[in-house]
């Protein structure tokens, strides 16, 4: 695992608590957890809270996670969410070693110890449809009613539950229901299907099932079977554990594991659901799930996010039995501070305008040397090309500066980055008003950015050589959604809640020539812009095409506060 040197001082959670005490008082030896992702999609930063949580807790302990996937509804389920779900944990920087299991493994298990409830007299086949069945369920406030077919004989419904294994009923016809309680104020414990039919292929067991577990079922036993000591699930699932228990109880398995359920992560300016960032792929809202935008872990990673950053983020917003919301802005000062850190500095100019140093010698081209990390000496030196030449940012000149602008303007001097010092002498505009080039002259005494008799000058801007720079594609990403809470509200769908200009392309971005033979997935900070990284798809050759990660301060909610 790919760790930072410092090491990390986890806050004691009430799940690390209940652990430390179970080890301490004997009742486990060791801690086995387990992550069980549904193979219905890409993981989000929703997930990668129970994997940093249940890996973590291994680690910490001596302990193993398992790597388990909830295969059991092969209609959704596909082998590229399988293999983009090993790629993503693994990125993360965690191991399961050999302990890579699947729920349809236990299919068979999963069955005998169905037929073993129907002959306890606890599990029946049932005939009323689903819509009877959500009828039957009664409410909060209404008792079930219980099914015609709950007293059936034991010999019945081995006889039924065997032709529903051989296909012999149409899906929906019949399910296996556990026998509990049709009374229960608990819906989940009146009397919950545990057996459906569907005549759809799986992944990995073809088509030798046409009847799959359910969720619950399932989990709680493939939990069992491998030994797991503590199940952590999210809140939602709190209402379940009743059912979780009865099924072992039930069952006398040997090994009972404890479900412990923590607050779901919920993040602002985003929608989480998997369900929900489908929909934004099939109907071309992004370009795909991973694109640059979207919370998944694929799309982070294109983004330019790190494995640290995102385990950062994990440890910081903790973990509580109370649902909350956590700001965006956690998550981006995450990936700011690790990068501020470990991403080599570089210059590049997103939109140029022509300095033309009148007094430099033509043809004559120097190198500079420029820092890759102003405060850590260690990351070493690159070479800039200086010439008479130059493109610096538009923004950077102003005709009519006011006096608080500290950069270039007629008659004012600026410092170039690792260059001279420079004087605005005149410029040209074209027909339009745009400014086509700006000529300055430079102080030849002032190599490095440092004037010679310590004249103050303040504004510091970037450059690059124009002969010398490498042109490139830059795609500005920003927040897919403009509001806090995309769901908020009912009536209206979290897609009208798009930021239209959640990517801006731009296509004559000029950087520094060094950049040309960077890695694509390397990050870098681009000074005074933000931190970018080569994206691992588009850049070719030579060719490197950059994508945004975040601005190097928190600009949203300065924009915010003057829009409102
Ligand atoms: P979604 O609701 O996004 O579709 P899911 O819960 O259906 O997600 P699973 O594949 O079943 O997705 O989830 C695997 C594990 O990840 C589960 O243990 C689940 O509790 C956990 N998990 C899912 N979303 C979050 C979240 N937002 N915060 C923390 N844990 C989560
Ligand atoms: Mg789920």
Redesign the pocket.
């Known amino acids: 695992m790919d760790t930072t040197d410092k090491p990390v001082v986890k806050p004691v959670d009430f799940i690390r608590q209940i652990i430390a005490e179970d080890l301490k008082s004997g009742k486990h030896r060791t801690t086995i957890t387990r ?7 890409f ?5 990668a ?3 940093c ?2 890996f973590g807790i291994a680690l910490e302990n001596g302990g193993v996670c398992h790597m388990r996937f ?1 295969d059991t509804n092969p209609s959704k389920e596909e082998v590229a969410y399988v293999e983009s779900i090993i790629r993503d944990v693994r990125w993360l920087g965690f191991d399961w070693g050999d302990k890579l299991f699947y729920a349809s493994d236990y299919f068979p298990a999963l069955y005998d110890y169905a037929v073993e409830l129907i002959k306890l007299g606890k599990a029946y086949v049932c005939q009323l449809s689903t819509e009877e069945i959500r009828q039957y369920r009664g409410t909060l406030t209404e008792p079930g009613k219980e099914s015609p077919y709950r007293n059936r004989s034991v010999e019945e419904n081995l006889d039924l539950f065997a032709r529903m294994r051989n296909g012999e009923f149409d899906e929906g016809s019949h399910v296996l229901r556990a026998k509990i309680d049709m009374a229960s104020p608990n819906l989940n414990m009146r009397d919950p299907v545990i057996f459906r039919i569907l005549k759809v292929p799986h992944h990995r067991t073809g088509d030798t099932w046409c009847i799959y577990p359910m969720y619950d079922y399932t989990h709680c036993l493939s939990d069992a079977i491998e030994g797991i000591t503590h199940s ?3 809140l ?2 709190e209402d379940h554990r009743p059912l979780y228990d009865w099924v072992l109880d039930t069952l006398r398995t040997p090994c009972h594991p404890q479900q412990i359920e ?6 602002t300016f985003t929608v ?4 929900k ?1 489908l929909q934004l792929v099939k109907e071309g809202y992004v370009d795909g799930w991973d694109d640059p935008r979207m919370l998944t872990i694929s799309g982070l990673r294109r983004r330019g996010y790190t494995p640290a950053s995102i385990r950062s983020f994990c440890d910081v917003i903790g973990l509580g039995k109370k649902e909350s919301w956590i700001d965006m802005t956690v998550l981006e000062n995450a990936v700011r501070d690790d990068l501020n850190v470990n991403a080599p500095r570089a210059m590049c100019v997103l939109d140029p305008v022509k300095v033309i140093i009148d007094n430099y010698p033509e043809g004559q081209v120097e190198e500079m040397e420029a820092m890759n990390h102003p405060q850590n000496p260690e990351m070493g030196s690159r070479m800039l090309p200086f010439s008479r030449e130059l493109f610096i940012e538009r923004s950077d000149f102003m005709e009519n500066p006011p006096s608080k602008f500290h950069r270039l303007g007629p008659g004012r001097e600026v410092r170039l980055r690792y260059g001279y010092l420079v004087t605005c002498t005149s410029f040209v505009k074209d027909e339009d008003g745009i400014i086509q080039e700006i000529h300055c002259t430079y102080d030849p005494a002032s190599r490095g950015g440092s004037a010679p008799d310590g004249r103050k000058v303040k504004g510091t801007i970037h450059w690059v050589s124009a002969t010398h720079a490498l042109p490139c594609r830059v795609r500005l990403y920003d927040r897919l959604f403009l509001v806090e809470n995309p769901e908020a509200d009912r009536e209206t769908s979290f897609k009208q809640h798009l930021n239209p200009h959640s990517r801006v392309v731009i296509e004559g971005a000029m950087a520094e020539p060094a950049l040309v033979g960077i890695a694509p997935g390397a990050q870098v900070q681009f000074e005074r812009q933000g931190f970018f990284c080569a994206d691992s798809v588009d850049s070719r050759p030579g060719q490197p095409v950059f994508n945004r990660i975040v601005t190097l301060r928190d600009t949203w909610a300065k924009e915010q506060q003057k829009d409102t």
């Not at 992550?35 to 999609?41: Q, V």
């Open positions: 992550f069980p992702p549904e193979p219905n999609g993981l989000h930063i929703g997930h809270k129970s994997i949580l249940n909830d952590l699930c999210t939602e699932f923590f607050a779901r992560l919920n993040l989480m659901s998997k369900r960032l």
